[in-house]
């Protein structure tokens, strides 16, 4: 099966009901894209189907070939970190960070449909990320610093 | 839904430099794996500190980091006597070697919030030791005066002269005049520094957004084999025999084996484990604590709090006073119910063992290095020094990985035994909510009476619940007179045994007795805040009923409780201020209040609720006021508040462990729901400025939330909850 991972093809030979989270764990090495429950309840495996937030660990691998699957190891490039990641880490969001992967993706597919995201909307869009830490409030207050940074890009 | 921006769509660093504001992030530091990796050929200037030749300076560190800020506030200590930026230290995991054990609790443990308080001169004394080397080396060198010599930037410099040369180049000079450690070395006057007391961003925080941290659960060897484990149904049942033939069809299965914890099933990926695991037919021995209900627990305790316990704290005269108002109807009577608690760690427990001969290398997320590496030699039978722990980074514990058991470790070595290559065993969620650790159940049933002033008069207070360190390693310390006074702090007013702290109220009649319930059905754990999470809620909700009776306003009252604890009173009258306290509030709508003391540090919270008709209520608003002592990262203290506090809450409101005919019944998220972003409140958080030696703060936020909510609900509604979580009473956080 061929699959395209932060833009580059790769075969991969886990069965057909393979979660693409352990698919990008275990045979691809991506670890960054978290296990957290394995039943779609916590976001830590967030990845980008298709530029969609999706739970990797109940999505199987047979349903992606021939999509665009984004995870967090795509989300930096040679220029540097995304601007989400540059005001996750400018908020000092992260406590353990497990979680962080997962929120940072729902955040990015979150700024692409909705630029400019209310407290609501980004609580009602982010409520399936758990973060047992209780980064919470500067997950709120990150999202809103990635939302001005990208309008200021736009803008630039 | 529309593409998301691809992340080459725009210039990242035209962005950085025109976000004036994203100075830390256009400067951020190489990433922790691969600091762990840098460095490995320098000279050690004492244990905590290695310099390399080409200046890149490494800091042992012997605290765990699970979202604790353990590493931030070490090598901000470090780097502010070594005259270094923090960010630029290099880190490894100290190994589990007696030099770096906690100088207060002779073990290699991270835990009782006491990390910065702890650490606090040893690693700034560790750093201006190596500086001291430092100068000394440049001075000879040059020929110069010390105190001509000045450090900066990792380098050593002398102004006249213009000489300067990196800490790196100066391993050459130390090795030629063979300098030594200076005996004693001053450190820098808190006015000096440039680095503590100012917020700093969390060191390793920049793997932590590009998803290069590496967590245990990460970790990836050669040839290695992963595990699932088939558990028994209750906790302490094992393998009478099993059939594996089908798991052992599936792809990438290399074994199953029973092992003490149930059967492994070793494969080449986790999901063909887990998968095969499911094919496994085990006949199993339920065990000793087959029958065990958590509904017997509560009855078993509630009939045991109504015997007379054993009496660890008995102030004035307690009994008599409540005789005497009794006939004046000033005593008010509860029984409060706290259920079983899981921990629920994001990254669930895991650990990769490779057993060798007689030796064996561990990789785990631990807070409690000293006692795996016991545990695992005894188990082994070899020596101590031949098990090697190589601790990564933990996604959150909250207490889960002190297990004095070390039980997700010793599995592991037991699965790991006979085989040639290092096994990773992974839990499954499902088995992290079904574990077997928990908070335990505890039952606390209360008596007090009010004077005529309506001030508290009398309390007496029976504590039922099962011991956490009853017949462990730490029984000597913490078992007084049979009593389990970890599981009693909290509640004692006066201090007791270890603890150098009471609750800061002062009643004149105080009586407390405490039993230790039978130990069965689960293994009673550490969980944010121990204690306080169960005696908090009995304490200050009862206090808050006290307050009812008496007509006094639950703030006032605590104020004048505290008037003889000046670093709790002044807490409380910034905490009235800052809160609006006694501004109405809106029908529907209350506030609640509680005061705590963890390991010294005085926290209080106030908190608005906004409560419906069907009891669904939201947590608008918490005002927290701490003291800490010195906050060494006052951003990293207000980060643990505002995580602390979300901890407590997701727990009072609808934390619980339910066991049926043995059987744990909760799995999952779904079914063990912890706190999500809609439910979190809004959190002002207040250190108060001090120059008292830094106190913990990892776990004292958790302390007040839960009876402070509570107290709100029932300002909101009338309502009294004596029995946890919320939302088994009806209420529940929306
Ligand atoms: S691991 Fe996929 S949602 Fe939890
Ligand atoms: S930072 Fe620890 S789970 Fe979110």
Redesign the pocket.
Known sequence: MRLTVNGSEVEVSSEADTPL?WVLRDELKLVGT?????????????VHLDGRAI????TPVSAVADKQIQTIEGQATEAGLSPVQLAWLETDVAQCGYCQS?QIMAATALLASNPNPSDAEIDAAMA?N?CRCGTYPRIRKAVHLAASLMSEEHSA | MSEIPTAGSMSRRRFVQSGGALLFAAQCPISLSRKVHAGGNGAMMNSFVRIDPNNVITMLANNSEFGNGAYTVMSMMLAEELDVDYRSIALEAAPTTLEYYSPLFREYLTAGSVTTGSTFIPMRTAGAKARAMLLEAASRDWQLPPDELATENGTVTHAASGRSSTYGELLEVIHRFDIQPPETVALKDPSQFKILGKPARRYEGVGKVDGTAQFGIDIKLPGMLYGAIARPPVYGGSVIDFDATEALAMPGVVKAKAIRAGVVVLADSYWRAQKARAKLKINWDRGVNDGVSSEQFYADYRALADTPGMLAEDIGDALGALDAAEAKDRVVEATYEMPLLAHATLEPMNCIAHVEGDTCTIWSGTQYQSNDQEVISRFLGIPQQNVTIHRPLMGGSFGRRSSKKADYTVEAVEAAMGESVPVQIIWS?EEDIRSGHYRPLFVHKLRGSVDEAGMPEAWHQVAVGQSLMQGTKHDPAYMVRGMDIYSLDGCLQEPFGVFPYGTSYQIPNHRVESHNAPKKGIVPQEWRSVAHTHTGIAYECFLDELAEKGGIDPLELRLRLTKDHARMNRVLNVLKEKSDWGKPLAPGRGRGVASRIYNISPVAQVVEVTVAENGDFSVDRVVCVLDCGFAVNPLGVEGQVEGGLAYGLGGVAFGNIDIVNGEVQQSN?HDYPVMRLPQMPKVEVYILPSDEPPTGIGEQATTPIAPAVANALFNATGRRVRRFPLSSQGFNLV
């Open positions: 989270l978290k296990y957290g429950c394995g039943i779609a309840q916590c976001g830590a495996c967030t739970r990797s660990c109940v997962g399936g758990v | 969620r998220f």
